[in-house]
């Protein structure tokens, strides 16, 4: 269909991406805008908590234009990754930055969330620590970089010029720097679009506050699954969980997560049969992973 419809989509799945994308899009401004303007004393104003668990849909979209993979029309790419990501409520380049410091510096002693020496960090702050981190912490952060905004770039200069003492921080500044403007434009519009949606919702308010903890909660906990109780200093490690057919097909083949640490640059209709291909294997199940996550953090004395 692609060079005779539309030449910038080069594959079906390229479409599928492309319709997915416009679903959450299209949801988001129904949900958020459309509703609290004409049904705010309807039961239909609470589809609003409903479709925050369409949180994980966003993000796997979100990850694949990370890693220009969402569209090989670079335009196309960066254009909805970054329009997801300002309904998803963070910049596209903070979440990009954030994500492919990941890949570089997974289980290392700055990156790791679940392990703790107790030489050095008392237990009941340990758990306090993962447990925050875990329930909504990560995209907390996520959101709360929107605060980009009204920080100078002299400022964050500053900051990234003293941070020799974090790799993760100093390169982290470093390459936001380079796209400042971008991130200052898009954690504008994320501020004013979530302020006006707080302002739609009036006294339901808190309907949107829900909205923003269940997402907080379940792009937290899912991001941790794949890594908790594995060893440190494992930069290519994470797990290959097996997960039921739908939710597999909904989640983009995402529990592929290992292997994608691996080969970061195969999109998600691929990741299947490259998995099957490069022999690569599961190691247990996605329930089993989620539910063990919840033991807390794991004492490591070597960190």
């Known amino acids: 269909m692609e060079r005779d419809t539309l030449a910038i989509i080069h594959n079906r799945f390229e479409f599928i991406n492309i319709l997915v994308a416009g679903f959450l899009i299209i949801g988001s401004v129904i949900i958020k805008l459309f509703l609290p303007l004409f049904y705010m004393d309807s039961f239909y104003i609470y589809l609003i908590v409903v479709w925050a668990f369409f949180s994980n849909i966003f993000w796997v979209l979100i990850h694949e234009g990370i890693h220009y993979i969402l569209f090989k029309n670079k335009f196309l790419n960066n254009f909805f ?40 960090t008392n237990v009941f702050i340990a758990y306090l620590k993962y447990y925050f981190w875990i329930f909504f912490g990560l995209y907390f952060f996520e959101f709360l970089s929107n605060l980009l905004f009204f920080i100078p770039k002299k400022v964050i200069l500053l900051i990234q010029k003293n941070s020799y003492n974090s790799k993760i921080r100093y390169y982290f500044l470093s390459m936001l720097l380079r796209y400042y403007k971008e991130t200052k434009f898009d954690s504008f519009v994320i501020i004013v679009f979530y302020g006006i949606v707080f302002l739609l919702y009036a006294s339901k308010w808190y309907l949107v506050l829900a909205f923003l903890l269940i997402r907080g909660f379940l792009i937290s906990i899912m991001d941790n699954v794949y890594h908790y109780g ?11 969980l097996k997960m039921p057919f739908l939710l597999k097909l909904i989640l983009l083949n995402s529990n592929l997560h290992g292997f994608h640490h691996k080969k970061p640059n195969i999109p998600w209709y691929e990741a299947e049969n490259k998995f099957t291909q490069y022999c690569d294997s599961y190691h247990g199940s996605f329930f089993i992973q989620f539910i063990n996550q919840f033991k807390g953090p794991i004492k490591n004395y070597s960190l």
Do not use: A, C, M
């Open 230 to 240: 594995s060893k440190e200093n494992q930069i290519l490690f994470g797990y290959n």
């Open 81 to 120: 990754s970054r329009v997801l990501s300002i309904f998803f409520g963070s910049p596209f380049r903070v979440l990009q930055i954030g994500h492919l410091l990941h890949h570089s510096f997974n289980r290392t002693k700055e990156e790791v969330t679940d392990l703790y020496n107790p030489k050095v």
